[in-house]
Structure formats: C-alpha cells, structure tokens
C-alpha cells in the first residue's frame, strides 16, 4: 500500500513510475546490465606536486590527519596524524566550543620502515568519554604550527534514529578518485564505510611505496579529518613484497590505520564491529584465515550472537572480496568466504553486504546458496527474502582501470551493474526504512544512478512486529513528497 501524508498529493505519473519501480525491485524481474560508456580520465595516479597531495606549512606541522571510531558505541574516536620533522607532542585537545579547548588526551607514536622508506611518526590518540550528537573540535600539533578541526559524534544507540552512511572501495589516488572524493564529500554522508584497497602503494617499489602512502593519508584528509572512516583491509593492503625484503603482511597499513577491535572482543585489527547509531556494521578479512576453529570464524561467531536488532535494527558487514560477483575480474574469489559463513549471514537476517575489490559496480537481490552440497546437485542461487542484498562498490577510480567485462547472460541473482566509478550513500531513515543511491562519476559529474528503497530484515518483514510497534512506522523522508510504503 502507497500512503501520502502533508496536504499533498505527488502527481499521477509519479505514483506510476514509483510503482513500476517498487514492483520490479520486489518481484526480481529487472534485470539491468548497464551500456553506459564513459571517456574516463586516464587511470594515472596524480602527480606527487599536485596540490590534492599539499602538505601543511610550518616546521612539524600535522599532516595526514585522519579520524575513525574509537569504540563499540561511538562515544569515542581515534585520531591519526603524521609529523615529518620531529616526534612532537601526541596529545590532542579537544572541547564544544571552536577555539576553546576544555579537556585533552595523550596518544603514542610509532614509525616504521619498509624497504629503505623511513616512515613519519604516526600519532595514534583515543579520544573517549564523548557525547552523542555533538560536535566536537580538535587541535593537533605544537606551537604556530599547530591544525585544527572537528568532528561531529553520532546520536546514541536507538533503533528510529536516522544517519546517512557513505560507501566507498578501491579508492586510489587519480584523478577519477579525486571526482569520487568530491562527490562523495557533497553527499551530506556522515561516516565513510571504506571496503578496502587505500592507496595502491604497492603498485610502486623501495622508497616509492611509503611516499605513496604518505600522498594518500594527504589526499583524503579533507574528508576523514572530520569524520570517521571505518576502515577495511583489502589484498593491496598485503604488501608481501620478498623482492624489497618486505613479508609481513599488512605493515603499512596496520602502522597507519587503527581500528577499534579490541572494543568488540577481536583479538586481530582487521576484524571487528562498531555500533553506530541504529547500525551494527561488521567487519571482516577476506585476507586473513576464516574456516571453522580460526580466530576471525571464532569472533565473528560471537559477534552476530551479541547483535540486538531491537536496538541496532540494521545489520551490515563489510569485505573485500565480494561473495557474489557477476564480473569477470576476480571471478569467485570470495566463494571460500561465502561457503563458510552464507548460511550464518542468513539465519542472522544480514540486510546489506559491501564489498569491492571488483572495479566495477554491482547489486544482487536477496539470494542465497545454502543448500548445495556434492550429492543434491543444487549449486544455483535462489531467491531468498532472509538473504543479504550484496553491493560490490569497487568502483572508486584507481590506477588499475575499470573492470569492464561482465559475465553474459546476466545471472538470475545480479539487479543491476555497470562499469563505471562512482560512490554509494546508505540513509537510513527508521527501524523500517533506508534509501540506498550509487552515483555515478559521470566524466566527472555526479549522476544517481541506481536507487533503492530497502525493507530491514528484522522489522518490516515481520509482519506481528509490525503490528505491535505500528507507532514506530512513520514517513520514511520529511520535507519531500511523505511518501510511506507498506509491504
């Protein structure tokens, strides 16, 4: 049933079109694999002089300035600098009012080297204690040299609260990338869901892979500076490199980006979970070991039984190897990923999974693939409304190009792909709710390309919850059309 509300009706080939939209999303019959072409920029990366790599003026200043959730319930965040000159202070102070600094907190430092790279000291401070829904402004740095910014602290843990979550995989450091940065940083999006490869360093060799790293931690500061990043480990994130003597996985990284794991019991930083707002999001390894006994299986185990979708009613998890994938490039390589823990994602009602790693983008419809073993002979996916929806979002413009060959015919289980970068908004509306839009860059103009309207899993498709809490069920946006559909 469609329901307006406001005074005021949306014209009839609106409702027309609306319906058309909302019958085929539920019935799965479009199939859509996109032919848009686009003249994209060259997949270089952008010159080291570019001022998208500036680097702040004064002796010692903070650069690389990055924030990420420093806890289960977003009462606290983590700060990341980088100083080049000097060790320098790692404390950060911090208070509500701009220019008025009432509390402050001590970090560490650390640095590393990687081949004959000598890293910066990299400052790590947790920020803790906070308030939700309030904006927080922070100073980094010592003396004239010193940097200031802010962050805003989500609203507390409540199932009907509403935030908007961006999307982002594979982001490199070209010029597409920078058009996705923009676009991205004009969509309003609170927090960057990130599912993994940063900076592609490791495309370079010696010396040029840190100074890589540093240009990336440079180039996205002007987003995550102010807002948090939840960050993903993906396979450019590996940097086993035996030729320059490098063979301990995820150095760069793990020295460069903290995460929050040991808030959720994780016994590793590339694995955990944060709660924020009504979302519980889940992060997982596709690059590290997940069969039945490890550690990563062990803690994810525990984790969906802690999940509480009375309070945190919209369930996400992220990877980087996508479990479904209709495009050539890494074809199947998140299938051991998915014979492992499908069936878990799908008794626990998962309602989206990102993923990247494939530059290309692409949405599934709730399907599953549980049932197969060696003897039924049931290996096709199935429509399954207690299935995840799998957003591969690999799309974020790097030097490796576009992954533009799809498997032909369109599989039954993929909605909609194209090959093009771009980035994708989540904004969850309510416990019911959520719009869901990817963006195209569009020869580098953003253009909405695929929109959604999702159902949770846990409450609009139990019909008796609904029932009970049907003072819960309100407009889904203020200030549009108060447009409410009811399935």
């Not at 993923?355 to 096709?380: F, K, L, P, Q, W």
């Amino acid at each position: 049933m469609l329901v307006t509300s406001g005074g005021q009706l949306p014209s009839f080939h609106f409702l027309i079109i609306l319906f058309i939209i909302v019958t085929t999303v539920r019935s799965g019959s479009a199939r859509i694999t996109s032919t848009f072409t686009r003249s994209e920029w060259p997949s270089t990366d952008i010159p080291l002089d570019n001022e998208a790599f500036a680097i702040p003026k004064g002796h010692n200043a903070p650069q690389q300035v990055h924030i990420t959730q420093g806890d289960y319930d977003g009462k606290a965040v983590i700060i990341t600098w980088v100083t080049t000159d000097e060790s320098g202070s790692s404390k950060v102070l911090y208070g509500t009012s701009e220019k008025k600094y009432d509390f402050s907190a001590e970090g560490n430092v650390t640095n590393y080297t990687f081949s004959n790279y000598s890293s910066g000291y990299i400052h790590h401070c947790l920020v803790h204690g906070l308030e939700h829904d309030t904006k927080y402004y922070y100073k980094i740095g010592d003396g004239g040299s010193s940097r200031e910014f802010w962050f805003q602290t989500p609203p507390k843990i409540d199932p009907d609260t509403s935030y908007t979550f961006g999307i982002i995989g594979d982001l490199g450091q070209t010029y597409n990338s920078l058009s996705t940065l923009e676009h991205y940083m004009q969509s309003g999006a609170q927090t960057v869901l990130f599912v993994g490869d940063l900076s592609y360093a490791d495309r370079y060799e010696f010396n040029d892979v840190g100074v890589r790293w540093d240009s990336w931690g440079q180039f996205v500061e002007r987003s995550a500076a102010y807002q948090p990043w939840i960050w993903t480990a993906g396979n450019h994130e590996i940097e086993y490199l035996p030729k320059m003597g490098e063979v301990l996985p995820f150095k760069s990284y793990l020295h460069r980006y903290a995460t929050p794991y040991m808030a959720s019991q994780s016994t590793n930083p590339l694995w955990y979970a944060v709660r924020r707002a009504s979302a519980h999001i889940i992060v997982l390894s596709s690059y590290s070991p997940f069969v039945k006994y490890t550690p990563q299986w062990k803690w994810l185990r525990e984790e969906l039984k802690k999940v509480d979708r009375e309070k945190t009613p919209w369930l996400i998890v992220l990877m980087h190897a996508p479990m479904y994938s209709s495009n050539v490039a890494h074809y199947m390589e998140g299938e051991s990923m998915r014979a492992v823990f499908e069936s878990w994602f799908v008794h626990a009602k998962v309602d989206l999974i990102f993923a990247g790693h494939v530059h290309a983008y692409e949405r599934s419809y709730r399907i599953s693939n549980i049932h197969y073993n060696i003897t039924n002979g049931d290996r096709y996916p199935i429509p399954d409304k207690s299935a995840p929806v799998y957003i591969t979002v690999g799309d974020g413009g790097n030097q490796e190009g576009l992954a533009g060959r799809f498997v032909d015919p369109q599989p039954e289980y993929s909605s909609f792909r194209e090959a093009s970068y771009g980035h994708s908004t989540l904004e969850i509306k309510n416990r019911t709710h959520a719009f869901y839009h990817w963006n195209r860059n569009d020869d580098g103009k953003k253009v909405p390309t695929d929109s959604v309207v999702f159902y949770n899993q846990y409450w609009a498709r139990n019909l008796q919850r609904r029932r009970l809490k049907r003072n819960h069920i309100r407009t889904i946006e203020r200030g549009h059309c108060h447009l409410l559909i009811r399935v």
